[in-house]
């Protein structure tokens, strides 16, 4: 059987997460480590149940829902290899990449927070543009749309049936009034991720990812801005370089998955995004989610 492990990205945080992993090896060493690269109190911030005043405390915010995310997943994944579960190859949604890159043994632990602490600070700070999520949709008339309307891109290809998508406010308003769909749905992020809107701060990733030696793949990784199945560290270089201002194409993953017809799909993070996400768009695929220190197992 083949098995993918899939790591998500933002979106599929949740208060308590942190809670759920807290008696499982390395989970205070983790977090405490990192909150001392963060400066802030990590683990407590996955914990709040009251709307903080406070942006720096909001798990919400982008300089905190990444790292968190990657502690809660970094944290799982290594129970299961502890426990001797082990992929066939790797995915990421966004941020979920660099987990993937990790779980490969591409980089180590301390690599990625760092990178993390860069990657986030960069998005929060670009400050330009929108995005919004379009659900049910007609695909022929979103593309004719996406063509016909200056500044505005696909973000994330997430499935037949949804997509995000970036741009400027205006044009985000231009093609709500032109599309049929269920839903559009404008979402509260700090910018266009995912788009020519990000050049400049992907430029800068760029500049920091020279520091970061890429170690070849224990096993392979299918990237957001090539998805197809990589080994080669350089190449993973290039796509994690380009990832940050170009579309998440993960219809294209799941498809390429698709094509093994004995596919064990193994969500491993807080929430069941992308579980969901497979479920809808693929048929006869097993799926699996871990979760919590109560489910070290598929």
Same mark, same amino acid.
């Given at each position: 059987m083949t098995v993918a492990w899939v790591f998500p990205g933002q979106g599929s945080q949740k208060i308590g997460m942190a809670k759920q992993i807290e008696n499982l090896p390395n989970t205070k060493e983790r977090f405490n480590y990192a909150s001392e690269i963060f400066e802030r109190?990590?683990?407590?911030?996955?914990?709040l149940n009251t709307e903080p005043t406070n942006p720096l405390i909001d798990l919400n915010n982008t300089r905190n829902t990444q790292i968190c995310l990657f502690l809660v997943e970094s944290i799982l994944l290594d129970a299961l290899k502890k426990k001797g579960f082990k992929p066939t190859y790797v995915a990421g949604h966004s941020l979920g990449e660099i987990t993937a890159l990790y779980c490969a043994?591409?980089?180590?632990?301390?690599?990625?927070v760092s990178l993390i602490k860069?990657?986030?600070?960069?998005?929060?700070?670009?400050?330009?543009?929108? #995005?919004?999520?379009?659900?049910?949709?007609?695909?022929?008339?979103?593309?004719?749309?996406?063509?016909?309307?200056?500044? =505005? @891109?696909i973000a994330n290809d997430n499935s037949s049936s949804q997509v995000v998508l970036s741009g400027s406010a205006e044009a985000l308003d231009d093609l709500s009034r032109e599309i049929s769909c269920k839903r559009f749905l404008k979402l509260n992020v700090s910018g266009a991720f995912h788009s020519p809107f990000m050049n400049e701060p992907s430029s800068k990733f760029s500049e920091y990812l020279k520091q970061i030696k890429f170690n070849n793949p224990s096993f392979p990784v299918i990237s957001n801005y090539e998805p197809s199945l990589c080994s080669d560290p350089n190449e993973l270089k290039?796509?994690?370089?380009?990832? #940050?201002?170009n579309g998440v194409r993960w219809r294209e993953t799941m498809d390429l998955m698709?094509?093994?017809?004995?596919?064990? =799909? @193994?969500?491993?993070g807080p929430s069941n995004v992308l579980s969901g996400l497979g479920k809808r768009h693929l048929k006869d695929v097993k799926i699996s989610q871990v979760s919590s220190s109560d489910q070290i197992s598929y």
């Open positions: 109190n990590l683990f407590e911030i996955c914990e043994d591409v980089f180590s632990f301390e690599d990625c860069e990657r986030s600070q960069l998005m929060v700070n670009s400050g330009e543009g929108s #995005m919004a999520a379009v659900i049910g949709f007609d695909r022929n008339q979103l593309d004719l749309l996406v063509q016909k309307i200056d500044d =505005i @891109v290039i796509r994690l370089e380009k990832q #940050m201002c698709a094509k093994d017809t004995d596919l064990h =799909i @193994v969500e491993i």
